[in-house]
Each structure stands twice: as structure tokens, then as C-alpha cells.
């Protein structure tokens, strides 16, 4: 018993506190089973592992302040035919975040954007990638009174710093000139150097009169379509899906 209470309180100096949670049980099964101590061991070990692996997960989730989670699992590639399963399963790898490349997905409300986006943003969570979530509308009044109370900088860390920024609903509502030169400079500060996924209603012809200033937008584009994935969703509203006529296909 003594030795067992002088392997918890190690266990809990080293930090290990999981492990040392299931310290008795774990020494309980290897004694009735006649572990070696080399299994013994690996089984304290993976569980202190996995489930750091888990706090961590469940961390990044947090700070990706991701609407709801979605997973592509969940997507129903059937209903929306236009857009390409292959590369999405490809993007799913996050290659395109090693290359700082972007992910940009157009079409009307309620295609599946932003459940893509979300579940891109789940996936790259799962591998151990930073990732933030903001709608434009709330990214633009953020860095708005950033920029008001002079701390511009500072705040735009919040959007340079992720491995993948998730821009949502681009296109929803015009921004004004103070928004749109904001906006650029998110775009401007993470080209080449961060990966972005954003969801717009909008097509790129009409990026002149959504940031209006048609010069600011060719130069928002250019940036942002220079390494660029484009999924142009052409399809019913999953929010209409169950309304749809019996044999409509979308």
C-alpha cells in the first residue's frame, strides 16, 4: 500500500496526473492478467497520452470558436452534385495549409458553405492545427473598434496567428470604406503566409460593388486567388431539402 501511495505522488510530481488516476487499477490488472512490467508501463503511459490528446483537442476546439461542429462525414455529397468530393477529401488532408494556400466556397445561402468550412475547421483541429472561426460581420466590427481605440496591431494577431483563418458569410452585407481597407489588410497580412478558407454568396465580379471600390477588390483578389481552391456549389437549399418534390434531384 505504501508503495502504491509513493507511485501516485510521483506520478503526480512528474505531471502525470492521468496516469496516476488509474495508477491502482492499472497495477490491479496487470497482477490478475501477469503483465511484464514493460506492458505495465505502456499501458499507464498511452492512457496519460491520450488523454492530454483529448484535453488538447478539446483546447483548440474552444479557441477555434467554431459556430457548431460538422464533419464531412455528415455532409451529404449526393444532394449537392456540383461540388467535387474527391478534392474536398483531398483538402481534408490540410496539404494546402503547408502550401499557405486557400480554400474559397461560392454559392447561395444554404448549399453547405459553411458546413464545409466547419468541418474542413474540425478536421484541421484533429490534426493538431491552430484554426479561428469569425463571420465577416464580427471580424470588421472587431478590428473596427480596434482600430478606433488605437490597438489596430495588437488585435490583428487574433486573425494572422491561426494556421487556418475561416472568413464566413463574405458578401451578406457591403462594407464601408474604413471595413474594406480592413479587410484588405487581413487578406494583404496573411498572403503567403497563412491559410485562409472563406464562404461568400457573392461571385468575384461582384466584389467591386460588396467592398465598394472596384480597384481594392482586384487587389483583395489577387491575393486571395493566387493560391486558391475555388468550390463554386451550385445547388438546392439543404434548409428546403425535406420540402423538395419526391424525385427532385438537386
Keep these: 500500500m ?119 475547421g474540425v478536421e484541421a483541429i484533429r490534426q493538431g492545427l491552430s484554426v479561428y472561426f469569425v463571420s465577416l460581420t464580427q471580424m470588421m466590427s472587431d478590428l473596427r473598434k480596434a482600430y478606433e481605440e488605437n490597438r489596430l496591431e495588437r488585435r490583428m494577431r487574433v486573425y494572422l496567428r491561426p494556421k487556418l483563418l475561416i472568413v464566413d458569410e463574405v458578401g451578406y452585407m457591403p462594407l464601408d470604406p474604413v471595413a474594406a481597407n480592413l479587410f484588405f489588410h487581413v487578406i494583404s497580412a496573411r498572403y503567403e503566409r497563412g491559410s485562409l478558407i472563406m464562404t461568400s454568396n457573392k461571385s468575384f465580379g461582384e466584389w467591386g460593388e460588396l467592398l465598394g471600390d472596384h480597384v481594392l477588390a482586384t487587389a483583395v483578389l489577387d491575393r486571395l486567388l493566387h493560391h486558391a481552391h475555388i468550390l463554386n456549389i451550385r445547388g438546392n437549399s439543404y434548409r428546403l431539402k425535406d420540402r423538395l418534390p419526391l424525385g427532385k434531384n438537386a
Design 2 to 120: 505504501k508503495a502504491l501511495t509513493e507511485g501516485y505522488e510521483r506520478l503526480a510530481e512528474l505531471g502525470l496526473e492521468h496516469a496516476a488516476a488509474i495508477l491502482g487499477d492499472t497495477l490491479q490488472a496487470a497482477m490478475r492478467e501477469k503483465s511484464d512490467y514493460m506492458t505495465f508501463l505502456l499501458a499507464l503511459l498511452d492512457y496519460e497520452r491520450n488523454q492530454r490528446q483529448q484535453r488538447n483537442l478539446e483546447v483548440r476546439t474552444k479557441l477555434a470558436h467554431l459556430p457548431y461542429r460538422k464533419t464531412l462525414e455528415e455532409f451529404d455529397f449526393s444532394f449537392q452534385p456540383s461540388i467535387e468530393e474527391r478534392l474536398v477529401r483531398e483538402l481534408a488532408t490540410m496539404s494546402f495549409v503547408g502550401r499557405q494556400e486557400n480554400v474559397i466556397l461560392l454559392g447561395p445561402p444554404g448549399v453547405g458553405k459553411s458546413h464545409l468550412a466547419v468541418a474542413l
